[in-house]
């Protein structure tokens, strides 16, 4: 029976070790999100791992030879517990298929909209590249957040697109 398992990454190698490990016949499942970089005055989307520094690779502890795990490049091995590799369950990896909206690509709207509750507070990326903080007042379809925002030594009711949402604000919830 395969199962899933995690499996960590040299940094910045999760996508080499994903390839590496897809040519030697292995099931991979990298998932990533769409970011947008600014760097020298431009805008670029890039895709990053939605895990960074790990990927998840389906197996069987009997048909498998393992050591190619900890050989691959870009990879460093298995995540363990002791000596002990213990499989993720299911549940987590079709979550996340649930949520992609092109095959491997988490879509941010959907993963933060579960992830949002009433009174969070948030960042907001502005298309001038200002950030404003404030409060999750209310969620508004699957696109949009109602967002008290603090400007001017108020607290301003805004309408914020769920992609403008920092996911970096939301870690602490």
Known sequence: M???YVIRCKPHKELAACLN???QGYTVYLPRI???VKHARKVKEVYKPFFPG???MQLSLSEHDWHPLFSTRGAIGPVSFGKE???V???VINSLRANE???GIIAPGKIISKRLRLG????VDFPNGSIGKGEVFSIDGDKNVIILLDMLKRRVRTRVPMANIRVNALAAV
Do not use: A, G, I, S
């Open 2 to 4: 395969r199962k899933w």
């Open 21 to 23: 490990f897809e040519q």
């Open 34 to 36: 769409k970011k947008q």
């Open 54 to 56: 790990y990927l998840f």
């Open 85 to 87: 590799f213990v499989p």
């Open 89 to 91: 369950p299911d549940w």
């Open 101 to 103: 909206e092109k095959p």
């Open 120 to 123: 969070d507070k948030v960042e």
